[in-house]
């Protein structure tokens, strides 16, 4: 059977970060198995109903809705987020932080559900969301998800604050970072919000904002020229068919499961050999 992530691999990066019941009975088959599920359905997007629960139990077979159970128990309590916080501070000296890219993506939703609406550029109900990521587009931080009709720089302010507030959890010092981001982001309300931390905005100019030879901020051609990792960070992203399109209804089981993504993609990088 096909595996996304080795057994001592989920033991040890995690299931200690799964909060344990604090009443009822505790699950009689091993979190590592149910972990396992839970990312065989995030990886090969195949229907809850037809999980191969009886391939992936060692033990108990446990019922597709058992799984989808703990799933969605443990996407509200942020025990993913929680998990990728811990990764990003176990292994923030193997990121290189030399620069960060932003970038935003678009995700159509096909039931609707929470921070969903049209998108006429994708011509679907969408979900979008910002993404940071490192110089060799290792994924480092997500914002809020925000509704498709708003643009990048909806709320932009507020949206920067929860991506660098992952940064501050993981002891990721933000001062003196540079960051490159496309002409979308060229606002003065993001521009400030750099400043803030002393960040870097390495930003293309939007033509709309005026003439360049008029603008005195500061551009680096050749930093912004290395922006092309988000895009594929994005393709590794899209590689987990559950995050193709977006099917869960509310915002907690849609930012779960993009926080397994960010581990998975994080721990082959990091532990290689662990993978089949």
Avoid at 67 to 90: E, N, P, Q, T
Avoid at 238 to 261: A, M, Q, V
Wanted: aromatic fraction near 12%; charge should be positive.
């Amino acid at each position: 059977m096909y595996k996304v992530l080795d057994k001592d691999t989920i033991e040890m990066e995690i299931v200690p970060h799964i909060p344990l019941p604090k009443r009822g009975f505790a699950p009689t088959t091993p979190l590592n198995e149910i972990v396992n599920a839970i990312l065989y359905k995030l990886k090969t997007g195949v229907q809850r109903e037809y999980l191969p629960t009886a391939s992936l139990s060692s033990q108990k077979v446990l019922g597709w809705q058992s799984v989808y159970h703990h799933y969605r128990k443990w996407c509200r309590s942020g025990a993913f987020m929680d998990c990728w916080v811990a990764i990003l501070k176990r292994y923030r000296g193997m990121f290189d932080l030399s620069s960060v890219d932003l970038g935003g993506s678009h995700t159509p939703a096909i039931k609707g559900g929470e921070a969903v609406e049209y998108q006429g550029r994708k011509k679907s109900r969408t979900t979008c969301a910002l993404f940071l990521t490192d110089r060799q587009g290792l994924p480092l931080a997500m914002s809020e998800p925000v509704s498709g009709n708003h643009n990048d720089l909806f709320d932009i302010e507020v949206q920067f604050e929860v991506v660098t507030a992952t940064l501050d959890r993981a002891d990721i010092k933000t001062e003196g970072l540079f960051l490159n981001a496309d002409a979308g982001f060229d606002s003065k309300d993001f521009r400030r919000a750099c400043a803030r931390r002393d960040i870097n905005a390495n930003i293309c100019f939007n033509k709309r904002n005026g003439s360049v030879d008029d603008r005195n901020e500061y551009f680096d051609r050749d930093l912004y020229d290395q922006r092309y990792a988000v895009e594929r960070t994005n393709a590794w992203i899209d590689s987990f068919r559950s995050l193709l399109k977006r099917f869960d209804t509310t915002i907690e089981s849609w930012k779960g499961p993009n926080y397994l993504s960010f581990i998975v993609i994080a721990l082959k990088r990091f532990k290689p050999k662990k993978f089949k």
